[in-house]
């Protein structure tokens, strides 16, 4: 391909200009803040780039009688034209919007957990407080979405910090960037994020809401769209009917949850001649001309503002973009519940809270952990009191303590009040406050005023960890965790909460730490929560959790 014709393939995807966020004006609040809704990423309509030339030796250059070296703009490149398909799943309209705009699965799941797309705080101050707030509300878990791609790719490009240059436009603009509302400007000019690595060719797209899918298993509904996509390729009357995906799609389980699409899988095509996008068979050969090649995968994706930075000349951009942010650090309170996972409850249907209840409860339970150890030997338990060890057979101190201060203990109940929890977080003043994955909090139940901790006992040599509430100066640290999962946490995330105890080291999990790992060796039927550490005879006691934004105004004070 000549420069002419690849300069014509860069103007078709604008592939000097960075990606932005577009957001619709809803209104005014009650507040009086403007109401926004995320609805789409795209393109920004300036470039921030433009592509340097580079050398090419006389036997590179497909004219023979050239003789010299020359230079084109012609970018790097790697023929790959292997196709493949591709689902996966999202769980929110931002992470779906990544992927119908041609950004890796990796790429969309990052969207969210990384937070404003996993980026600096520089990439976070490129939005203003409604427009964060609005990607804060649009990022919480809502109904999954399974999505898949036929992709017939052609060239892969590498557009990175030795291929571009800043363009004019931009430069001068990025000098007038002073304050936090021109670093907004800019980013609303310019974009907020640049793929740095991108497959240009043809795609066929298509996603399917899991309500509509009709089945909560991700395996599943991979299976079925795949069996719907295949049919619409193969198939005469060119989309595979919902009568072959359902007869033919049919899992080996025993499950209600079964897919019953409605009506034949529907494909958006990027590339080719998109006027077939619904007749796969004749799309396809529209994809070989090289205009008709459009962006069907981005990856390796970074912060335009740490992009620049990369540049020669503008190493400085990065810091400066992150001072403007700092400026703005606040601290925010995250009020929240945490759910018990569905198939642990004892109704499915009725949800159990973590929730402070009367220490009667843990004092009573407790007591019956040590009642049940007289009762086992009770001449081992007269030997040891005989030779002064009866602080084996004693009530702790700290658990009589508790109950004669009145603080309460933790269970997992339907029917209390004590269930909202708050943990203060730090922010920018364009961010959406949230909670980590992998990151140590206190939390504090601000309708009681009391801080969550961990009291840790000892019964014949055993460490024993039970959770409470007390003042401040007696506060634990707690950790939310699901597996290598990082980054913000969204409403209807599952996770484990870890408790750390007093001494700083790390106790194990939520769970009911006075039952024992078989029947009879403990209390068969405590409910008071502690912890212990992970491991598959632990897993019965463990408790699995579902975190639960609440709005600040519903906070029961």
């Known amino acids: 391909?000549?420069?002419?014709?690849?300069?014509?393939?860069?103007?078709?995807?604008?592939?000097?200009?960075?990606?932005?966020?577009?957001?619709?004006?809803?209104?005014?609040?009650?507040?009086?803040?403007?109401?926004?809704?995320?609805?789409?990423?795209?393109?920004?309509?300036?470039?921030?780039?433009?592509?340097?030339?580079?050398k090419f030796q006389p036997h590179e250059i497909s004219d023979s009688e050239v003789k010299i070296e020359q230079q084109f703009h012609i970018p790097r490149f790697v023929v790959a034209d292997d196709s493949y398909v591709d689902t996966f799943e999202t769980k929110s309209s931002v992470a779906t919007a990544m992927a119908?705009?041609?950004?890796?699965?990796?790429?969309?799941?990052?969207?969210?957990?990384?937070?404003?797309?996993?980026?600096?705080?520089a990439v976070s101050a490129g939005f203003s407080s409604s427009e964060s707030n609005a990607l804060s509300k649009q990022s919480t878990a809502e109904s999954s979405t399974m999505n898949i791609t036929y992709n017939f790719p052609r060239v892969v490009l590498h557009l990175d910090e030795y291929s571009l240059a800043l363009s004019d436009e931009c430069s001068q603009d990025l000098i007038r960037v002073k304050d936090v509302n021109s670093l907004i400007a800019f980013h609303h000019k310019y974009g907020h994020?640049?793929?740095?690595?991108?497959?240009?060719?043809g795609r066929l797209f298509s996603s399917e809401k899991f309500s509509t899918l009709g089945?909560?298993?991700?395996?599943?509904?991979?299976?079925?769209?795949?069996?719907?996509?295949?049919?619409?390729?193969?198939?005469?009357?060119?989309?595979?009917?919902?009568?072959?995906?359902?007869?033919?799609?049919?899992?080996?389980?025993?499950?209600?949850?079964?897919?019953?699409?409605?009506?034949?899988?529907?494909?958006?095509?990027?590339?080719?001649?998109?006027?077939?996008?619904?007749?796969?068979?004749?799309?396809?050969?529209?994809?070989?001309?090289?205009?008709?090649?459009?962006?069907?995968?981005?990856?390796?994706?970074?912060?335009?503002?740490?992009?620049?930075?990369?540049?020669?000349?503008?190493?400085?951009?990065?810091?400066?973009?992150?001072?403007?942010?700092?400026?703005?650090?606040?601290?925010?309170?995250?009020?929240?519940?945490?759910?018990?996972?569905?198939?642990?409850?004892?109704?499915?249907?009725?949800?159990?809270?973590?929730?402070?209840?009367?220490?009667?409860?843990?004092?009573?339970?407790?007591?019956?952990?040590?009642?049940?150890?007289?009762?086992k030997d009770p001449f081992a338990a007269i030997k040891g009191l005989q030779s002064g060890q009866w602080a084996n057979y004693q009530i702790p101190y700290a658990i009589q303590e508790l109950y004669d201060s009145g603080h309460p203990g933790l269970a997992f109940e339907d029917n209390s009040t004590d269930t909202v929890y708050d943990i203060e977080v730090e922010t920018l003043l364009n961010q959406a406050p949230?909670?980590?994955?992998?990151?140590?909090?206190?939390?504090?139940?601000?309708?009681?005023?009391?801080?969550?901790?961990?009291?840790?006992?000892?019964?014949?040599?055993?460490?024993?960890?039970?959770?409470?509430?007390?003042?401040?100066?007696?506060a634990t640290l707690f950790e939310f965790r699901d597996q290598e999962r990082e980054g913000p946490m969204r409403n209807g995330d599952k996770c484990c909460l870890l408790v750390y105890g007093p001494d700083g080291r790390q106790k194990g999990i939520i769970a009911l730490s006075l039952r024992g790992q078989n029947p009879g060796e403990g209390v068969d039927d405590a409910k008071s929560i502690g912890a212990l550490p992970y491991s598959v005879p632990n897993e019965g006691r463990i408790r699995f959790t579902v975190l639960e934004m609440v709005d600040q105004a519903d906070v029961p004070t």
């Open 434 to 474: 949230a909670l980590h994955y992998g990151v140590r909090y206190q939390i504090f139940n601000r309708k009681r005023g009391l801080w969550l901790r961990a009291i840790l006992f000892n019964q014949n040599g055993k460490e024993i960890t039970v959770l409470a509430a007390g003042p401040k100066h007696e």
């Open 215 to 375: 089945t909560s298993s991700e395996s599943e509904a991979t299976k079925q769209m795949k069996i719907s996509a295949s049919a619409s390729f193969s198939s005469k009357f060119v989309s595979g009917s919902a009568s072959y995906s359902q007869e033919n799609g049919q899992s080996g389980q025993d499950s209600d949850a079964r897919r019953s699409m409605q009506s034949s899988i529907s494909w958006q095509a990027q590339g080719g001649d998109t006027l077939l996008c619904n007749n796969p068979p004749a799309w396809c050969p529209t994809v070989a001309p090289f205009q008709n090649w459009r962006v069907i995968k981005q990856e390796d994706v970074i912060p335009l503002g740490d992009f620049i930075g990369r540049i020669p000349g503008y190493e400085d951009v990065p810091d400066r973009f992150n001072k403007l942010a700092e400026i703005t650090r606040r601290k925010e309170t995250v009020s929240f519940r945490l759910g018990l996972d569905a198939w642990q409850r004892a109704d499915k249907n009725k949800p159990e809270y973590l929730s402070l209840h009367h220490a009667w409860r843990i004092r009573q339970e407790v007591t019956q952990l040590y009642t049940n150890e007289l009762t």
């Open 100 to 121: 119908r705009s041609s950004f890796s699965s990796i790429e969309a799941e990052a969207s969210i957990e990384g937070g404003a797309f996993g980026f600096s705080a």
């Open 1 to 54: 391909m000549s420069e002419k014709e690849w300069n014509i393939v860069i103007r078709n995807n604008s592939l000097t200009s960075a990606s932005r966020l577009v957001f619709s004006n809803l209104g005014r609040a009650s507040d009086g803040s403007k109401k926004l809704k995320f609805r789409r990423i795209e393109r920004a309509p300036y470039s921030a780039f433009v592509l340097k030339p580079r």
């Open 193 to 201: 994020f640049f793929a740095t690595r991108v497959e240009l060719g």
